[in-house]
């Protein structure tokens, strides 16, 4: 039994979960409490702790709450001040991750060395740079484990906030990095020192296994066998993720359960061969150490990933039990690596591995009976059995954490985790091992990995390939996760149980959200945060037209995959009925191949001229009706040439509540030709200030024309161009408009319906301790009227 103080087990279930909820709770507060009320609750939280009994449970929440809260303080007080933003920096230190090589730019996580000679803001600090040359060969010389010297130019971690998108600033924040950035001049780059350490052995090895298997697959048996991942492409991923195979195909528990068994034979080998050595230990307890000895290296060895960590910590748990003679329960265990977890690293929960790690074994443990007895197919059973668990189990966290559920997950699984795990990932292993013994030993069983792996993966991407293997789920309201495992505790409690059928109603609001669509007359817009450009949502009750898609280059950022398309799944939008590209830069049409992909498109306009292939010509005079909700298009006319930002498609949107003018990127010229031509078609509530709120846009006569009441301006957060100008703000807010930016306030959705001109910011209405906007500059410089009506 374990050792339990009143009726609490200080390293049980109930105290793992307590303090969970207290870590979870801390990082979730909207904003940081002031450090002196975080000191507060964890000296609280001890003080419970210690007086124990029924106040243990108290004492482990508020003790969470405090400690997560003051690491979360430590680390973003940590990154990089705003007075070192954008200023050339002499930095040396050390690669520490497997640096990601693309055509054109090289990606690495680099570590700055704690000496005097650096910057105080960075000293033995992680950052994350790019080094961008056309030419590879200066690049390759990045290997992991090497020493540099660079000339770097530096930011804080700045992310992009959407419906339905990933979080880079929690992931900054998780990840500890203190900076983002580039290398300035590649030429004065200096290598200080060769490779050396953990990082550079997994990077020869991958090396080696590439070199070894020459076939496609030779990148999932680098990613199986070491992590490395690099080398997947989105094809890869998104197969992966369709056929519910994301969890295995990086470094995972069982990975480490392998290795631990095989160092426990062979410390059991040693100790039986010199039988000598039992006088000082005994088998069993050389066998268990050498298991906690293996597990510990191989987690290392993948850089103490969650997965490899908890099974370590289990592990070594489960040996310390065995030492002391104590009867140890799995999850009592399970509890006790959480808990390790939790203190070595609170900001793990932020992360997808730790919830997903934790909560399928979870699972299992409560559900599946710990004796299959001696049925035949007992095995069988238990495995269909755990997948169905995990499967129901894990799906209301996949849904909540990556916004889709994998309806052939159940299917891939039965066939991908025993061929994976107990063929392909002992070959890859094994070959890692005969490779660290002698090169060239590693060939054969790194090339039977991959033949083996071949045997099932044309199968998988078939399955992973069909249409109904997949599904996107629009972004559900905060209550319906909670329902969710409701329902899924109900219907995984023992057979006999009433109300089951009813349970699957709880269901609905996670698997079937509301859309929150406009009534019949009524239009929604949904400035989507792209950074330096621009991409718009426009919605009818039945139909859908996105405006611009954001920039994208080769081998680079692509907001089309980044912001767009996860924006448009977290809306619930299923397919376009019109796109259109104001014109052919690459900060408005970039995004364009991405999107096509990813949703059906009944017509794309664009400007006459305009580079972007396979389009119709939007002209002045088009018009249709949607809904009750007319689309006219402004601009340019009949003989107007392609003049780049000039011939911006000019798209009004006009409802029975209220209109909305798109503006692209025109300037002075086409502002004073509109108002020249038709005056009254500028006249709206709702403005996209033009080209970014550059000095060349948004004349005076423009301003007071449209008579706005909102002015949304979509501009990178710090971008160089010093959009929008101070002076252009200014203006729209002398003409009486209220000042928005996408930079500061994420993603900008706007309602024009019965309840009167609405609006949301992403930014302000998911608000987040980590919130780089609201720290580097709040609102200032904008202005913001308090009558506006924000739900």
């Not at 906030?161 to 600033?169: F, I, K, Q, T």
Request: aromatic letters at 8%; hydrophobic letters at 50%; a positive charge.
């Amino acid at each position: 039994m374990p050792l339990a103080i009143g009726r609490v087990a200080p390293f049980g279930p109930m105290s793992a979960t307590a303090l969970l909820a207290g870590v979870t709770c801390g990082l979730l507060l909207p904003g940081l409490p002031p450090t002196a009320w975080l000191i507060a609750l964890l000296v609280a939280g001890l003080a419970l702790l210690l007086r124990g009994d029924g106040w243990r449970l108290a004492g482990a929440l508020l003790f969470g709450v405090g400690f997560a809260g003051l690491h979360a303080d430590h680390v973003l007080r940590g990154q990089l001040p705003a007075s070192l933003e954008r200023r050339a920096l002499e930095i040396e230190g050390r690669i520490v991750e497997l640096p990601v090589h693309e055509p054109r730019r090289t990606r690495f996580e680099f570590v700055v060395d704690d000496h005097a000679s650096q910057p105080d803001a960075l000293r033995g600090k992680r950052i994350r740079l790019g080094w961008f040359e056309e030419d590879p060969h200066g690049r390759a010389r990045l290997q992991a484990g090497s020493r540099w010297g660079f000339p770097v130019e530096l930011r804080a971690p700045t992310g992009l906030r959407n419906p339905g998108a990933s979080d880079g600033e929690k992931h900054a924040l998780a990840s500890r990095i203190a900076a983002t950035g580039h290398v300035m001049e590649p030429v004065l780059a200096r290598r200080l020192a060769a490779p050396g350490g953990i990082a550079a052995w997994r990077e020869r090895m991958s090396g080696r296994i590439a070199a070894s298997v020459p076939s496609a697959s030779s990148r999932y048996v680098r990613a199986l066998a070491l992590g490395d991942t690099r080398a997947l492409d989105e094809t890869d991923w998104s197969r992966l993720r369709a056929a519910g195979l994301t969890h295995l195909i990086a470094i995972s528990g069982f990975h480490v359960g392998l290795v631990a068994g095989f160092f426990a034979m062979l410390a059991a080998a040693v100790w039986w061969l010199f039988p000598g050595l039992c006088r000082w230990l005994p088998r069993p307890f050389a066998a268990g150490f050498g298991a906690i000895a293996g597990a510990c290296l191989y987690a290392a060895l993948t850089g103490f990933a969650v997965p490899t960590l908890r099974t370590a910590v289990m592990i070594a748990a489960l040996v310390a039990a065995r030492c002391l003679r104590r009867r140890q329960r799995l999850a009592d265990t399970l509890s006790l690596g959480c808990i390790v977890l939790l203190l070595l690293d609170p900001l793990a929960v932020l992360g997808a591995g730790f919830w997903l790690s934790f909560a399928g074994v979870a699972w299992l443990l409560w559900c599946l009976p710990a004796d299959q007895g001696p049925r035949r197919w007992a095995m069988l059973h238990g495995f269909v059995a755990a997948q169905a668990v995990a499967t129901l189990g894990l799906l209301p966290l996949t849904v909540l954490l990556f916004g889709q559920a994998s309806f052939a997950g159940p299917v891939a699984n039965l066939a991908a985790v025993p061929w994976w795990s107990l063929v392909v990932v002992p070959l890859a292993l094994l070959g890692v091992l005969a490779e660290t013994l002698h090169a060239g030993l590693g060939q054969w069983p790194w090339q039977a990995a991959a033949w083996c792996f071949d045997l099932l993966w044309p199968a998988l991407v078939r399955i992973a390939d069909s249409p109904l293997a997949m599904a996107w789920l629009p972004e559900p309201r905060w209550h319906a996760w909670p329902l969710a495992m409701l329902s899924v505790f109900w219907l995984l409690l023992p057979r006999g149980l009433p109300g089951k059928p009813l349970a699957m109603l709880l269901w609905l609001p996670l698997l079937c959200p509301p859309r929150d669509l406009p009534a019949h007359g009524e239009a929604e817009l949904t400035v989507i945060d792209v950074g330096q450009g621009l991409s718009v949502l426009v919605r009818t009750a039945r139909h859908s037209l996105l405006y611009d898609m954001g920039p994208a280059t080769i081998d680079g950022f692509d907001a089309g995959a980044r912001a767009v398309v996860p924006a448009l799944h977290g809306l619930g939008v299923q397919r376009l009925d019109a796109a259109m590209i104001s014109h052919g830069d690459n900060d408005h049409a970039g995004g364009w191949g991405t999107v096509s992909r990813a949703f059906p498109v009944a017509s794309l306009l664009a400007p006459e001229g305009s580079p972007v292939p396979g389009i119709v010509p939007c002209r002045a005079g088009q018009s249709w009706q949607w809904d009750g909700v007319r689309i006219r298009v402004l601009h340019p006319g009949d003989g107007f040439p392609y003049l780049g930002n000039e011939a911006s498609c000019v798209l009004r949107v006009e409802t029975a509540h209220g209109n909305a003018l798109l503006t692209g990127d025109i300037g002075h010229f086409v502002e004073a030709k509109l108002l020249r031509d038709d005056p009254e078609s500028v006249r709206s509530d709702v403005v996209l200030v033009p080209h970014h709120g550059s000095a060349g846009s948004s004349g005076e006569s423009l301003v007071a024309a449209t008579g706005a009441r909102l002015a949304v301006v979509s501009s990178g957060a710090g971008n160089r161009f010093g959009h929008p100008r101070k002076d252009v703000v200014q203006r729209w807010c002398q003409g009486g408009a209220e000042v928005v930016d996408t930079a500061r306030a994420g993603a900008i959705r706007v309602w024009l319906g019965a309840q009167g001109l609405r609006m949301q910011e992403r930014r302000a209405a998911h608000s987040r301790l980590w919130d780089a906007a609201r720290r580097r500059s709040g609102t200032a410089g904008l202005c913001y009227a308090p009558e506006m009506q924000r739900p």
